[in-house]
């Protein structure tokens, strides 16, 4: 499984971006993917995550203000953005854990294997 993410860009604050994380090889081996995003010198923060049925968990820092979604005929994830503020800014990554594994939690970074390269967000 590879990913990779677009969308990314600079915003105004009170804008939107719709991130987009394309899925390519093993695609019937994903479970379920995750949004992540990190700042310099900070730990890898979870933000969203969606199950293969389509239940959704947020963080609470963007909580009613971000949507996670998948479609499925494409092999994409999205991650819809609005109301953006500065302290949104990070490179954003989506992760799949198409392996199983050791289940940490939706949002921990240690529950995925599978990573995109980021793509930076900057609110201003």
């Known amino acids: 499984v590879q990913l990779v993410e677009s969308g990314g860009g600079s915003v105004q604050a009170g804008g939107s971006l719709t991130l987009s994380c394309g899925v390519s090889?093993?695609?019937?081996?994903?479970?379920?993917m995750a949004w992540f995003r990190q700042v310099p010198g900070k730990e890898r923060e979870g933000i969203a995550h969606?199950?293969?049925?389509?239940?959704?968990y947020y963080a609470d820092s963007v909580k009613g203000r971000f949507t996670i979604s998948q479609d499925k005929a494409k092999n994409t994830v999205y991650l819809q953005m609005n109301c953006l503020k500065p302290e949104d800014t990070a490179t954003y990554y989506c992760?799949?854990?198409?392996?199983?594994?050791?289940?940490?939690?939706?949002?921990?970074?240690?529950?995925?294997?599978?990573w995109g390269m980021g793509t930076q967000v900057t609110v201003s």
């Open positions: 992760a799949a854990r198409p392996y199983g594994g050791k289940w940490y939690g939706p949002l921990a970074p240690e529950s995925y294997s599978v």
């Open positions: 969606i199950d293969n049925a389509g239940n959704t």
């Open positions: 090889g093993s695609t019937y081996r994903r479970k379920c």
